[in-house]
């Protein structure tokens, strides 16, 4: 067996407990073997996969029983090669062996007969504190035990400790049993005269410190005897990992701790070197008086007398001397001499030595630094051959090849070319050979060196030159004087051109002027390609550099960027600019840079006069004031040449502000409406609302009806993007005075039949409305501009690496830039802002909970996605991406009801039951409600139950003719029919249902601005009474965790124009759909 504690000190405990768990789960583990060698029990086994990546993980673990101890383990499962320590199935394999050892096959009870070691001890420990206390020992005041180390150095370091009471002291035996004592405040009798409790508390405070380093040094072997496993070694090599007895051998750090602890403190020092001499020393920080006098020994040279007798020896970080009554923890500046001093200074040689030949060499590298570190005198002859300070000179110059440096050491009269030498080559003594060889490195860091006196770089080397300059020449200049050439200062162009824009309007364009100081403007082009790339420098074309860091070029720069101007454009000084791109140069540019007509031109649409533009008197109906603003922003738009997108909330009346448009604009031409298929016959019924008077012909039906309502003149044509997208080649000969586009996220994506056609006609005014600008991703606003205003975003792959990229990637600055580019043609409002009286409406989350033959069905498929993901590499998973996402719209079947996958599945449905819940409560208030599903099967299967419970209900699907879906609209608000059943993509639009006050979601869409499309039916103008949203999820599915995704991925559209957004189920990666797996 082996115990919890030794487990315990090998892992983690929430490994500990898992494998608890699975232990305690038998049916978990098979083919149980056990095996022994010698004193070692091996265990092995297979445990089952809780991940669902295998079926079972191969699992092994050896111990010593005996000593309790954990020796090795092993596992095939992915933590094991993660983390050090053995994983839960490992600890599973021990747990279920000590409950049950005779499941495994090669067990012998005879094996384990004998005592543990750490049962023995502690067997020991509790029979000596039960002993009777009879000794003569007095008992200590608290706080009245003393520790004193001894500390011995023979060669390396040990430390022994003496116990000390008032009346006598002893030798510790044990030192880890000392600890083990204080662990477990057991008692000891060390003697006649003294016997205690080892609490803690019965030590005085010094030697408390003592006991937690001697307790950190007992486990810290401990841990060393198990570095099989953690992969450690302890101290430095050959550290004894045997637990300590009478004496402990310490690592330096161990020393450093320890004279830590005994600082201005006593202890006992023991000397091999020293005859074993004991002394009593007084711990202190400083140095020993030593010093060192070189003396004349006759014509053989010199001697190296010794004053101040110390014993050196180092710690981990420390250097420490004897010297007398007192052990020195050395200043910094004397341990930089520790091998000098432990080696030479202290060695038992009797005399040292120095011959006249090595004298020139002792007097230029060790003597400086032992000057530093002690008193040293030497005769006037050595003193002579110190070195003289080493003087480093950097020479630049430019010539034809390019750049060359010339490095020269200088030492009074000598001078020295620091890279004519070679490596290794004997060098004078006494010249400086740290400092040479820092300018050599130095210089090669910013020059190639080689084989003459002379480092360089190529005259074509623009970036290597302009680091030289820029970054090499000061650092030159901290560690020497550098002298320059005339050529070589031309390289620095010590000017600062400034840029100068100026904005004007001329016949409808924005005139934008350029002119430059101290720079061509032929080369302007260039330096802000260079500043744009964040580079220190640009060279210009006469070969000189300019700083960049001291130009202040961030509003040109940004302004050729956003309107993508040429070197030619710049070149000429002079860029008519369209006119849509006003405002964003006025967000851009500073007042100063704006003459009086720019900034009249700006103003006049920021601030639209409303008398200018008056409601038409021909208007049936009233608007509110938001919608009169509304009128009067597309009015101005008109006028200005420009399109915009009304982004106002679902539900708060865009189609009557485009027909007040219509209206008011009268007789300038025909208007195209392009809508969705199941919106045709709204707007006709909404034009013939508010304006009868105007000439409104619905494009539909065959193709020869169609063609004969385009050759009609009206002044309003209305069709689906499907059928525009078949008759483009006729309607693009038609002339239009405006375009309209509702629903106009049927565009977004640029590369489709349908975005190609409705780009594809000839229309003065473009114009499109929708509640969510973008769904999913930014193209899709790309794309709806690039209908409206060609050329304001520029190109797809421009738009894309300017906005979208870096927006994706968190770039808030780059967002705010395309809120100024397109703020001024989006007019958003929300029903919260503008209508105060429009009733509320409150979302609430129903959860059902599979249970039974739909939780297993459920678990099965998902354990299939899990296993599928797992296997493919990220390569793959574009290829299988089609199989994955079927069998997510499966999984989200099962949830809704399994009879979607299986005709004859008849077991319980936890969501069918919750929606009847919510039916019968609503006939119940009298009230009328919208049931919203993704699956049209699944509105037949809630068809089939309100059938059984005579609840009478209303059906659209994509097979629901559009003319009869209008009829179904307005028998629902007009009768007590209480249920309208609707498809998600068929009724989520275009529809008025204010009718109804409760909105049931049988099942979540990926995009939530679709589903809130849908509730915005029941939510808008003309609704009296608060609506309420069920979303009805199954329970701890991939619908909670759809939910979850929702919101991770819905700020982009807010970000932007201030619309929520969603996400696409083609726009998931591998990451996202293991996220909607869960664990």
């Known amino acids: 067996m082996i115990s919890e504690i030794a487990l315990n000190k090998v892992c983690r405990p929430a490994i500990l407990g898992r494998g608890r768990i699975i232990a305690q789960r038998g049916a978990s583990i098979r083919d149980r073997e056990c095996s022994y060698d010698g004193g070692v029990t091996r265990l092995r086994g297979k445990v089952a996969s809780s991940s669902g990546y295998a079926d079972h993980y191969d699992a092994s673990i050896e111990f010593d029983e005996a000593a309790d101890t954990v020796l090795d383990f092993d596992c095939t499962c992915p933590a094991a090669a993660r983390y050090p320590g053995p994983c839960k199935h490992s600890i599973a394999l021990a747990l279920d062996f000590n409950r049950d050892p005779s499941k495994y096959r090669g067990y012998d009870r005879l094996q384990h007969a004998s005592t543990s070691t750490v049962l023995g001890e502690y067997l020991d420990r509790v029979a000596l504190a039960a002993r009777p206390r009879v000794g003569t020992a007095t008992p200590e005041p608290p706080g009245g035990i003393r520790l004193e180390p001894t500390l011995v150095h023979d060669r390396d370091m040990f430390l022994r400790l003496r116990v000390c009471g008032s009346r006598g002291a002893y030798v510790v035996r044990s030192l880890s049993d000392l600890v083990a004592d204080v662990s477990n405040r057991a008692f000891r009798e060390y003697g006649r005269k003294l016997a205690f409790v080892h609490d803690p508390d019965a030590f005085d405070p010094r030697s408390r410190e003592l006991l937690d380093f001697l307790a950190r040094c007992v486990q810290n072997r401990r841990s060393y005897a198990s570095e099989r496993m953690y992969g450690r070694v302890y101290a430095s090599s050959g550290q004894s990992s045997a637990m300590p007895g009478r004496e402990l051998r310490l690592s330096g750090p161990e020393v450093d701790d320890l004279l830590q602890v005994m600082l201005d403190g006593e202890l006992v020092f023991e000397s091999s070197s020293q005859s074993s001499e004991r002394r009593t020393v007084t711990v202190r920080d400083g140095d020993p008086n030593v010093a060192l006098n070189v003396v004349e020994a006759g014509d053989d040279g010199f001697e190296l007398v010794r004053r101040g007798k110390a014993e050196f020896f180092s710690g981990g970080s420390h250097l420490y001397a004897v010297q007398s009554g007192t052990l020195f923890r050395c200043t910094p500046a004397l341990a930089a001499q520790a091998t000098f001093l432990t080696g030479v200074y202290d060695s038992t040689t009797p005399h040292l030595t120095l011959s006249q030949k090595d004298a020139p060499r002792f007097a230029a590298t060790l003597l400086p630094q032992l000057e530093h570190a002690m008193s040293v005198s030497v005769p006037e002859e050595v003193a002579r051959l110190r070195p003289v300070p080493c003087k480093l000179e950097f020479y630049l110059d430019f010539r034809d090849v390019g750049v060359t440096c010339d490095v020269q050491a200088v030492y009074g009269e000598r001078r020295y070319h620091v890279l004519a030498r070679e490596l290794g080559q004997q060098l004078d003594v006494g010249r400086d050979i740290a400092a040479e060889t820092d300018a050599r490195r130095l210089a090669q860091r910013y020059l190639t060196v080689g084989e003459g006196a002379m480092a360089t770089i190529p005259a074509k080397a623009d970036v290597a030159i302009a680091r030289l300059m820029f970054e090499g020449v000061p650092e030159f200049s901290r560690i020497g004087s550098v002298y320059t050439t005339p050529e070589f200062d031309h390289l620095l162009n010590r000017s600062k051109p400034e840029v100068r824009l100026k904005l004007s309007v001329r016949s409808n364009l924005i005139d934008l002027s350029v002119s430059a100081t101290d720079l061509p403007l032929d080369e302007l082009y260039a330096l802000l390609s260079s500043y744009r790339k964040r580079r220190r420098f640009?060279?210009?074309?006469?070969?000189?550099?300019?700083?960049?860091?001291?130009?202040?070029?961030?509003?040109?720069?940004?302004?050729?960027?956003?309107?993508?101007?040429?070197?030619?454009?710049?070149?000429?000084?002079?860029?008519?600019?369209?006119?849509?791109?006003?405002?964003?140069?006025?967000?851009?540019?500073?007042?100063?840079?704006?003459?009086?007509?720019?900034?009249?031109?700006?103003?006049?649409?920021?601030?639209?006069?409303?008398?200018?533009?008056?409601?038409?008197?021909?208007?049936?109906?009233?608007?509110?004031?938001?919608?009169?603003?509304?009128?009067?922003?597309?009015?101005?738009?008109?006028?200005?040449?420009?399109?915009?997108?009304?982004?106002?909330?679902?539900?708060?009346?865009?189609?009557?502000?485009?027909?007040?448009?219509?209206?008011?604009?009268?007789?300038s031409g025909p208007t195209l409406v392009v809508c969705p298929a199941s919106l045709v016959y709204n707007w006709q019924a909404e034009l013939e609302k508010f304006a009868p008077q105007l000439d409104v012909a619905v494009v539909a039906g065959t193709v020869p009806e169609r063609s004969r309502v385009r050759g009609e003149s009206h002044e309003v044509y209305v069709t689906s993007y499907d059928l525009l997208r078949r008759d483009v080649e006729s309607w693009a000969r038609m002339p239009l005075w405006c375009e309209v586009l509702d629903e106009a996220q049927y565009i977004k994506n640029h590369e489709t039949l349908a975005a190609r056609a409705v780009k594809a006609l000839d229309a003065q005014h473009r114009f499109a409305l929708t509640g969510t600008p973008i769904e999913n991703r930014l193209s899709e606003l790309w794309s709806i501009f690039d209908f409206l205003m060609p050329g304001l975003l520029g190109s797809y792959d421009r738009f894309r690496e300017r906005y979208e990229t870096p927006i994706s990637e968190g770039d808030d600055e780059v967002a705010e830039r395309l809120r100024e580019a397109v703020g001024p043609f989006v007019l958003r409002r929300l029903k919260a802002d503008v209508l105060r009286d429009l009733p509320d409406k409150l979302e609430q989350v129903v959860y059902a909970r599979m249970e039974g033959e739909q939780r297993s069905l459920y678990l099965a498929h998902e354990q299939a996605l899990r296993l599928s993901l797992s296997k493919g590499d990220d390569d793959s998973f574009g290829t299988q991406k089609l199989q994955v996402l079927a069998e997510l719209t499966r999984l989200r079947q099962i949830c809704c009801d399994p009879r979607l996958l299986y005709e004859d599945y008849d077991g319980p449905s936890c969501k069918l039951q919750t929606i009847m819940d919510l039916v019968d409560s609503v006939v119940d208030a009298q009230q009328k409600m919208l049931v919203f599903s993704q699956f049209t099967s699944y509105l037949d299967i809630i068809a089939d139950e309100l059938d059984k419970r005579d609840v009478p209900y209303y059906t659209i699907t994509g097979a629901t003719p559009k003319r009869r879906r209008l009829e179904l609209v307005d028998a629902f608000n007009a009768d007590d029919t209480p249920v309208f059943l609707i498809s998600l993509k068929a009724g989520g639009t275009g529809l008025n249902l204010v009718g109804a006050s409760v909105v049931v979601h049988a099942d979540p869409w990926w995009n939530a601005a679709a589903q809130d499309q849908a509730t915005d039916r029941a939510h808008r103008i003309g609704q009296t009474r608060d609506v309420t949203v069920y979303k009805v999820i199954a329970r701890d599915t991939i619908e909670d965790r759809i939910l979850a995704l929702q919101d991770a991925k819905s700020d982009l559209a807010d970000q932007v124009v201030g619309t929520g957004g969603g996400m696409s189920l083609g726009s998931l990666r591998k990451e996202d759909l293991i996220e909607l797996l869960g664990d």
């Open 538 to 667: 640009h060279r210009l074309r006469d070969g000189s550099f300019l700083d960049l860091s001291k130009l202040d070029l961030g509003e040109t720069e940004r302004l050729a960027e956003e309107l993508g101007l040429s070197s030619r454009d710049l070149a000429r000084g002079h860029v008519s600019v369209p006119s849509y791109k006003a405002f964003l140069l006025d967000s851009i540019m500073g007042d100063e840079e704006k003459d009086a007509s720019f900034r009249d031109y700006v103003e006049s649409f920021r601030s639209v006069d409303p008398s200018r533009y008056q409601l038409p008197a021909s208007l049936r109906g009233s608007l509110r004031p938001y919608q009169v603003v509304g009128f009067q922003w597309l009015s101005a738009l008109c006028d200005m040449g420009f399109g915009g997108i009304l982004a106002d909330e679902m539900g708060l009346g865009k189609s009557v502000q485009l027909i007040s448009l219509l209206l008011a604009r009268r007789g």
